[in-house]
């Protein structure tokens, strides 16, 4: 658990396990994650799980791109 906002590699290839962030996550938050879940109680960022290939994401916040708010 991260207890407040948590940068842009955050979760960055993830093979298992939860992830719970407090804040906002940066751009690139699980970029090549392969398993695991990484839930952001704030805002994610534009790239947010790019090439992931397994696993779940999930943002209580908003999404950089409007209307897109679970990335």
């Known amino acids: 658990m991260v207890e407040g906002p948590a940068g842009s590699l955050t979760g960055a290839a993830l093979r298992g396990g939860d992830l719970v962030i407090k ?9 090549d994650q392969k398993g695991g879940t990484i839930i952001a ?9 790019f090439m992931m290939q397994r ?17």
Request: aromatic share 0%; hydrophobic share 25%; proline share 3%.
């Open 41 to 49: 109680l704030g805002s994610a960022g534009i790239n947010t799980g």
């Open 55 to 71: 696993g779940r994401q999930s943002s209580a916040g908003t999404s950089t791109r409007p209307g897109r708010l679970d990335v």
């Open 23 to 31: 804040g906002n996550v940066g751009a690139r938050t699980g970029i």
